[in-house]
Every structure is written in C-alpha cells, then in structure tokens.
C-alpha cells in the first residue's frame, strides 16, 4: 500500500472518542459514521490500516505548507521549518504579517499558541497508538498484527524524539488515560529518561520491521528507520549544549556530561545501519557539469529510492484538495512561470557556503563559474537556464528581468527578494497553473543515505577518529565529483552538511544541537544576505555588477531569537494540571 492519506483520520477520533468522525466510502459505502464501531476497527484489517495512516500523516506536514494571516488560523500554520534558520527564505511579503513573521520576530503569544498545537497534535498520535497497544488482543491478522506492532513502537519513539527536540523532556505517557475519568499526573521527564524511552520503543520497533516492505506497502517504517531513530536519539544527547545542566532541570539535559557515552552508542548504532547493506547514495556517472546537475537534482524526485530510509508519501497524483499532495512547484516558480509566491527562495549566506571546483578559484566578477555541482542543482541563478529559459534575476539600467517582475495583478503577488530561485526538490516536468486540486507529487525527505553518512562522520571526528570522520565526509562530495576534503575539522563537517542537506529539515535542527541557533537565527548577528544583480548598457558597452547587502534594512527586527527558544513553552494547560515546571523564561499569555 503506498500510504494513503484520504478523508479518514480515524486516530484523532478515536483517541477522545469510540466513533470513527468521517465515513470510509470504499468499505462502507457512505455507512453513517456512528454505525462504525471501535471494535470494528480493530477486526478489519483495511480500518486498521487505515487507523494508523493519521500517525504517517500527521508526523510532518511535508511540503504541505499553511500559512494564514489571519489572527486566529495564526496557529494552525504549517511551516517548512527551514525558513527560520538562514539557508532559505520567503518572497511573499504577506507571510511576515502572518504567524510565520510572528514567530520569526520571536513574538511570544504566537510561539506559544503554535507550540501548543504541536503539542496537541504529536499527543493526540501518541494516544491513538497507546489505544491500539491496549487493543492488540482484537487483532487477529498475525502478519498485519507484527507489522503493525512495529510501526506502532517506532511511531511512538518518533513522535517523542520530535517533542523532545521541541521542548526537552515530556510527560512520559504509554497508556491511554482521560483526566474527566480518572485523575491521572505525570511529571516531566529527564533527558536521561528520554533516551531510554525513544531508544527502547526503537529496539522494540526493530523486532518486528522488515528491512523492506512488499511494494505495496512502501512507505511505512522499516528496520533501518529505527536504526536511524535510536542513532539520531543517541546523536542529539551527545550534543555539548546538553551537557552539566541545572541538576533540578534535567528535562533541558544532562545533570553530568553524558557526550562520550552518547556518541560512542551512536556510533554503534550507525554501523548497524551500515550493516544491513540496505542504503546505498545514488549514483552520479556524468562528469559534465550540466550532466551532474540534473542528476544530482534528480536524486530528491525519486520517491523511496535505494538512499531513502524514511521519507513523508505526497500523494502520486498531487492532488492536495483530496488527499496529500502539495503544491511546492507552483509556490516555488519564478513570475516567469506565472509564479505568484515565491516561498523558497535560497539567501546570499547559503550561496556562500557552496566551494569550488577541483583547481578553481573564486572570482568576484564571475561568481557563478566553477563552484561546487550541487549549486547547479540546488540553485537558479540570474543567468543559468531552466526549462529552456534563462533566468533573468538582474536589473538592466535599473529596470526589473522577468522573474522579478510580479505575475498578475495581485498586490501581495511575491517574487525573490534574494537573487535567487530554488531549483533542488523542484519538477521541471511539472505545469504550473491554478488547478484547484492537483499540484505537486515529490516526497518529503525525512532521513536519508547520505545524512547517516554526515551523522557517522561527524560522530567518529567528536569521539578523535578523524580517519574514519575524513573517509565518511568525503562519501558524499565524491558522489558529486568534488575533490576530497583532507584536513578534516568540525567547520568543513558542518559545511558539508550544510551543502549537502541543504534546505531539508535537519539544517534547522542542527543549528539547536550545534548550539549555535542564537547566532545563525539573529537578525542582528546573521542578517540574511542578498545578490542584486545590475547591468548597464550604454551603446555598445555593457557592464554586469554584483552587490551583496542586507536583505532587510533592519535585520533585528525581522528575526529575533533568545537563548529561551531552544525549548519551547509547554502549554499552561499541562503545567497547571500535571503540577510540572516550564521551560525557563516563558510567560503565561
């Protein structure tokens, strides 16, 4: 089954409830909803694959972006998390009047209002999977039932792995409870006791995954997902910013310096991934530039390919008004392509992270020539050309090109304010229209090959194996054809990861366990950077200039971010019932 995410969420319902809240027409034929019994679900094996579907669907909104502006949808945005971090951005200028400019100033009452709804929704999966753990005698189907136990414990590890990331330790909850019937507390739990949960649910998870599913069951969680989910669990409480905390605070990390332990478990755990011999990075044989580029470009249209090892299922169709399908092309698209939003545009700092060629050196007046491949692939640039059009990003005596000139007569209609346009991710197959049900189809990378590589890498250089740190770093620029990094330190690891995974989500979580997402995340120490691009003609003569500067004129305001935004604020409602502390330096609204 590749994973269908049609109309019937039945978790959610019947976690607070006993009645499945859609109708299910293939199996019921418009059946009211109320003559599906609880006990139904579990004897039916199509309801019960059905049931757990909302826990794939609602672990990431994909590339399924939300973002209104007005006051009380504020909190219901899904974001492509990315845009808080420094790599990419947004050309739509309605956006920073919406929760996304909200929260990127580090308005309070908006980042606690968007937490609680995380909260809410990675709760509610968590209760729908503890309702079917305490349902299993019902099941009978014994291959259904292994598979679906499975998927059940890693699904709950993956669902705390991500609170935890969000708000440090949790309430710990493996049981179905309702506070109306039962009075029932739970306090927060340590790092410590986090880890030790994620990392058992993973292990448990493990005895029960294939390495591989049959093709019609592509998507769901494998043997190597929860490798990965215990080795990414081990990676982040290895990361020093968790370390010799707050004794009487140790859901925000270690009362004692825990990194060593960490890394060596991860390590452990990244060699049994290796091991299975299950993943493998896609290779690239061109050795043109323009051969590399619309390989390596290729690599992030193939859904579930031999380097993925978790990834969101968009739907096939695309169709977004039905089922999951987004519309990340068409948000994506230059003016050129009738494109009005302009959602993904790469900044400046990104561009800059990209090195050169095999002999090469930069050149101001030609910064475009001979850089590292994945640019090509990651990035339109004034100049390059795609879908046989050259992108025209510059000004000619001060007058706008095409793709920065606004489609349409919309007033909020967006175009980069950057210089640059998104090419990784992106169909260029794709029609571009208005269609008001079928968009986009590409997957959303949640893990793949080539981020085990980088974990493992950077892995072995914090534990002193800067052999094995070189040998793994320089897996994935040899894929690309870029020569190989020699003299290994932590800034060429992060570097690399940076080219690597650009714009995929762990860039925005690397830079909370670098501890570095005050710095990179501040307006005012890393204003986002723009590229104008001017050329003058005068006769015969035509001059083409270059110019970086701020992407704002007061980047402080635009993107604010303190040292209490690592953790999230819990929300009051838990704190006043459950009796537990809240993150440091978070107000009741």
Not at 113 to 136: D, G, P, R, V
Request: hydrophobic residues 35%.
């Amino acid at each position: 089954m590749n994973i269908r995410f049609n109309k019937i969420l039945s978790a959610v319902a019947l976690a607070a409830a006993t009645t499945l809240t859609t109708s299910c027409d293939s199996l019921f034929n418009d059946a009211p909803i109320n003559q599906i019994s609880e006990k139904s679900i579990w004897k039916n094996p199509q309801l019960l694959d059905e049931y757990e579907n909302s826990w794939y669907r609602n672990m990431s909104n994909g590339f399924d972006i939300y973002v209104p502006s007005i006051s009380f949808a504020k909190s219901r945005s899904r974001y492509f998390m990315p845009w808080f971090g420094d790599q990419i951005t947004v050309g739509k200028s309605t956006y920073f009047n919406a929760g996304y400019g909200d929260i990127l100033k580090g308005n309070e009452t908006q980042i606690t209002n968007w937490a609680a709804t995380q909260w809410s929704k990675y709760f509610t999966q968590i209760q729908s999977i503890n309702t079917l753990f305490e349902n299993l005698g019902e099941v009978s189907n014994g291959e259904q039932k292994n598979r679906i136990i499975g998927e059940a414990h890693f699904m709950r590890g993956y669902y705390y792995y991500m609170l935890w990331r969000m708000f440090g330790g949790v309430t710990l909850i493996d049981h179905t409870y309702n506070p109306l019937i039962k009075e029932e507390k739970f306090p927060r739990a340590s790092y410590q006791q986090m880890v030790d949960f994620i990392v058992a649910e993973a292990d448990e998870a493990a005895k029960y995954l294939p390495q591989v599913h049959a093709a019609s069951e592509t998507g769901r969680a494998t043997l190597g997902a929860a490798l990965m989910l215990k080795a990414k669990t081990y990676m982040w409480a290895s990361s020093k910013v968790f370390q010799n905390k707050d004794a009487d605070k140790t859901y925000l990390g270690f009362a004692d310096d825990q990194s060593r332990q960490m890394l060596e478990k991860a390590k452990q755990t990244y060699e049994q991934l290796f091991a299975l011999k299950q993943y493998s990075l896609i290779p690239i044989s061109a050795t043109t530039q323009d051969g590399i580029r619309e390989e390596y470009r290729n690599i992030f249209l193939t859904k579930n390919s031999q380097e993925s090892i978790f990834e969101v299922q968009h739907s096939d169709d695309g169709d977004f008004a039905n089922k999951f399908g987004h519309k990340l092309d068409r948000d994506a698209a230059s003016p050129f392509f009738t494109g009005n939003t302009a959602a993904y545009t790469p900044t400046q700092n990104h561009v800059d992270e990209y090195g050169m060629q095999a002999g090469k050196t930069y050149d101001a007046e030609h910064p475009y020539d001979n850089r590292d491949y994945r640019f090509y692939a990651n990035i339109l640039y004034d100049g390059c050309t795609y879908r046989n059009h050259v992108m025209d990003i510059h000004y000619t005596n001060n007058k706008a090109g095409v793709d920065l000139t606004a489609y349409g007569s919309a007033y909020s209609a967006g175009v980069s304010k950057t210089g640059y346009y998104m090419g990784k991710f992106i169909d260029k197959s794709q029609v571009i229209d208005n269609n008001d049900t079928y968009g986009s189809k590409q997957n959303f990378i949640i893990w793949r090959y080539a981020e085990a590589l980088l974990d493992y890498a950077e892995v072995c250089y914090n534990l002193g194996n800067t052999a094995l740190a070189k040998e793994y770093l320089n897996k994935t620029r040899q894929r690309v054809h870029m020569p190989d990094i020699d003299n290994v330190t932590m800034e060429s690891i992060m570097n690399e990861r940076r080219v690597e995974m650009a714009f995929e989500e762990t860039t925005y979580w690397d830079l909370f366990r670098w501890g570095i997402a005050e710095e990179k995340m501040n307006g005012s120490s890393n204003p986002l950077k723009a590229m104008r691009v001017d050329v003058t003609t005068n006769g015969d003569a035509t001059t083409t200039k270059y110019t970086i500067s701020n992407l704002n004129k007061s980047p402080e305001k635009v993107r604010y971010f303190t040292k209490r935004q690592y953790y999230l604020p819990l929300p009051w409602s838990e704190i006043k019932y459950h009796g537990i502390a809240q993150n440091p330096d978070w107000t009741e609204q």
